[in-house]
């Protein structure tokens, strides 16, 4: 239980390991993860550490793991995750490793190196299937008569007239990116003049990369010329526009017979295609089986080894020293693990584990579950701990909800709320599996049980406001009598005045909460606005004395007697006899004041009760408060005296809180300083005469001179560092005491905006009759319910949720938190591989 209100008891402890069995208790330690080791050698250059070698051979294995994860999930192969967690493999068991992911790497790449470049050769006899296919149809259209002006264009028409047999046309044929076509056509026919003629055609189906694997589309080409000279410009053109370019005969037999030569080829090819696909499938599906085990493996290795490089050898070089912290309760486990490691590696020497004395500071270690863990890390935002004071989190359990709950107040809003969350609690072990990496459903989901409490408390503060978006719920009869006023009336939204002292309140109260009448009353937001903003005072008081009382808790434990004396007493007199009282002002006002309109008894009706504000602000300047001549001035007999009394005693506990620390530790080092010197004088006197002039002009003066000095720079910074606590603590009382008033605004805002949708928007489809308004209803009922979740359940949610972290941040623990620690981080296996989880999904 110490544990939970405060952090684990810390001690630094000096290990001494035998180097054969340092890396399986250094294993053993990292599946208990409850030490956390100190680096002894920051001066030394990462590179040039003992075991700089074996991390970066569990660097090299984690990369080619990397890769073959890589090639497992190209072809979509699922990764076998059995849950299970392997333990770190001997030093031995690493050239295995080695050996099996070497080998894996290797038939890999040369199966992909093969399958690359029998693709490519699909590739290239794909194409120039096409090109056989589609210059067919190019060399049938020139030899068409009607294609005489292209010929006479390109040879010529003495050419022409010589029949062709001196002066043919060459051409060249290819296949090329279809989006590159209107460029090259473009540079054909600058560069050659237009003394070429392309005629393309699109290949209708897409064409795999060899290289990167995409889809691509292509077009084939054949460009006519005449002359060597064209034919070489093209040739280079081609070549700019990364087109390739294929044989291509000239006759139609020898195009047949090499198209049938290709169809037999590419039938080839498809078969020893498949047969080298089935190997790589078979290749990565034995991979997947074990990868996410291998990936454990070598984790582990690499951590041990980095963790071993912090360690320090001795002389001998057969021992290794480590310093670490450990929590003192877990002293034994942690011994019991070292015991196992030395067991494993076979070693007769035992490990040692001494405790160490030192002034440092030790790590802030707060035992968390997945409960309290969420409430844990709203503390740990604001600031860890430091050592051993009290944690918030036991109380913000309850206090975050709760002042949650007074903002958010609604029945059917904390509902939504509640079954949100409990459906996160009741689903928490299928849904961490998955491993999202979506940021918002992670702190959604982090903080589940957050928003369940959130919801529940929602529940029990609507119920009490008696609040159902906006509705109330008349589940007993309501205690007032409404004369004159039918039910169509009411919801008609009829408002009426309610008053009490004319006879329509039957003198004993709804049972639970607020009396469902008030919903459809025009003074609602008047009695409503009364009642939230004196609870919210109420609660804002006692959650800061509250924390004060914290703070006697953290004194006690350190031993600080002066700040109980010279801080927290007054603090407390200084809270409680001014905004305590105000608080009891307001339950006595409650209790003395009721609804009457008897003559005898008019100074007891609300008309004659004075304003707690008023009051409160003329008990500090002194004044008196004026009323009606029928009316008490007071509340009680001797109010006056008393309020003087406790704004006196109020007023002392300033200059209390500002001076009685930095006097009392005055004099206590001037008293200290003085039984120094004396020691120093009694000293002297004591040895010959001849040294005491020494003595007397050398050492007293100088002490005096240097301690001073030092003194009165010290001194000045505790008065001004106790001056602005003072400031901080009496100033801070009032606003954060008006800090509180969020509670009533938000509250308010956020029935009114539930109270404007429903009459703005679902209240327009309540209204219509017939089929038609069931429609209408339909529609209007969806808009309802978006607006209301998007905006009533998840903005408001948002901003009350901030609302109340800042209360707890600052008006709460500022009276006895003070943050400044740093987190135990414990060398374990667990926090290594989610973290190196969440890193390879990013």
Not at 258 to 267: D, L, P, Q, S, Y
Not at 505 to 511: I, K, L, T
Request: glycine share 6%; hydrophobic share 45%.
């Amino acid at each position: 239980m110490a544990s939970l209100f405060r952090s684990a008891e810390m001690t630094l402890c000096q290990l001494f390991l035998q180097s054969e069995a340092a890396y399986a208790c250094v294993s053993e330690l990292g599946e208990l993860g409850l030490v956390q080791f100190r680096d002894l050698n920051p001066d030394v250059n990462v590179f040039q550490r003992k075991f700089v070698n074996e991390v970066r051979r569990c660097d090299e294995m984690e990369r080619k793991l990397r890769y073959l994860e890589k090639e497992i999930k190209k072809d979509g192969i699922p990764m076998l995750d059995t849950g299970e967690n392997p333990e770190a493999p001997q030093p031995r068991e690493m050239i295995d490793l080695e050996a099996t992911f070497e080998k894996l790497e290797n038939e890999l790449r040369e199966v992909n190196q093969n399958a690359e470049a029998l693709k490519r050769n699909f590739l290239e006899l794909t194409e120039l299937k096409q090109i056989l296919r589609k210059t067919q149809v190019f060399f049938d259209e020139m030899a068409d008569p009607s294609r005489e002006e292209e010929q006479v264009t390109l040879l010529g028409e003495e050419g022409l007239r010589a029949g062709g047999q001196a002066l043919k046309l060459g051409f060249v044929a290819g296949v090329i990116l279809r989006e590159r076509i209107p460029a090259f056509e473009r540079m054909l026919w600058r560069a050659c003049r237009g003394n070429v003629f392309l005629r393309q055609a699109e290949i209708e189906t897409p064409l795999e990369d060899p290289s990167t694997g995409d889809q691509v589309y292509k077009s084939v080409f054949i460009i006519f010329f005449q002359g060597d000279q064209l034919k070489t410009r093209v040739k280079k053109i081609c070549e700019g526009f990364r087109a390739t370019l294929y044989p291509c005969p000239e006759a139609p037999g020898d195009r047949r017979e090499m198209a049938m030569g290709v169809m037999t080829r590419i039938e080839d090819l498809n078969t020893v295609l498949g047969q080298t696909q089935d190997h790589r499938h078979r290749v990565l599906v034995a991979a997947a089986k074990n990868i996410k085990n291998w990936f454990v493996k070598v984790r582990k290795i690499k951590a041990i080894y980095h963790t071993l490089n912090l360690f320090n050898l001795d002389v001998t070089q057969k021992c290794l020293i480590a310093e670490c912290w450990v929590p003192v309760l877990d002293f034994e486990n942690i011994q019991l693990a070292l015991r196992r490691g030395t067991e494993r590696s076979g070693s007769s020497v035992p490990p040692i584990l001494n405790r160490m004395e030192t002034l440092e500071d030790p790590p802030t270690y707060n035992h968390t579950n997945k409960f309290t863990s969420g409430f844990q890390n709203l503390i740990d935002a604001y600031g860890v701990a430091t050592y051993r004071e009290m944690n918030p989190t036991p109380y913000t359990i309850i206090t975050f909800p709760f002042l949650f709950a007074v903002m958010f107040g609604d029945l059917g809003h904390g509902l939504l709320m509640a079954f949100f969350g409990g459906w996160m609690v009741l689903k928490e072990k299928p849904l961490a599996a998955k491993k999202s990496d979506n940021e918002i459903w992670n702190i959604f989901f982090g903080g589940r049980y957050i928003i369940f409490l959130m919801g529940l408390f929602s529940m029990y503060t609507g119920l009490i406001y008696n609040d159902v978006f906006s509705k109330s719920l008349n589940i007993f009869r309501s205690n007032w009598v409404i004369n004159n006023i039918t039910k169509k009336d009411a919801l008609s939204n009829d408002y009426m005045m309610l008053d009490p002292a004319e006879g329509d309140y039957v003198d004993y109260p709804y049972p639970i909460g607020m009396d469902p009448v008030w919903q459809i009353a025009r003074n609602k937001i008047i009695f409503q606005n009364s009642y939230k903003m004196k609870i919210s005072i109420v609660f804002g008081i006692i959650h800061m004395l509250f924390g004060v009382a914290l703070s006697l808790f953290n004194f006690t434990y350190f031993k600080n007697k002066l700040s109980i004396v010279a801080e927290f007493i007054p603090q407390v007199i200084f809270l409680v006899f001014l905004f305590f009282y105000m608080v009891l002002l307001m339950f006595i006002k409650w209790f003395m004041y009721y609804p009457t309109n008897i003559e005898s008894e008019i100074k007891y009706s609300p008309r004659c009760a004075p304003s707690i504000l008023i009051t409160f602000i003329n008990m500090v300047l002194n004044k008196e408060t004026i009323v009606d001549r029928q009316c008490d001035a007071t509340m009680y007999a001797g109010q006056i005296p008393i309020q003087k009394l406790l704004f006196v005693c109020a007023v002392i506990c300033v200059p209390w809180m500002l001076l009685a620390k930095p006097i009392y530790i005055m004099r206590h080092r001037r008293k200290m300083n003085y039984s120094v010197s004396h020691q120093q004088m009694q000293a002297a006197a004591g040895n010959g005469d001849a040294e005491q002039p020494i003595h007397n002009n050398t050492a007293q003066p100088v002490a005096g001179h240097g301690g001073g000095h030092g003194d009165e720079e010290e001194m000045s910074e505790i008065f001004i560092h106790q001056g602005i606590h003072t400031i901080e603590y009496v100033l801070g009382s009032v606003s954060h005491t008006a800090s509180y008033l969020r509670l009533w605004a938000l509250s308010l805002a956020h029935a009114q905006l539930s109270d404007v949708l429903w009459r703005m928007v679902l209240n327009k489809g309540l209204i219509c009759d017939g089929w038609v308004g069931g429609i209408v209803l339909y529609i209007i009922f969806a808009v309802w319910a978006t607006l209301t979740v998007s905006i009533l359940v998840l903005m408001e949610g948002l901003s009350a949720f901030l609302h109340t972290l800042r209360l707890h941040w600052v008006e709460f623990q500022s009276k006895f938190y003070s943050g400044q620690g740093y987190a135990f981080l414990p060398f374990s296996f667990e926090n290594l591989l989610d973290s190196a989880s969440q890193t390879t999904e990013e």
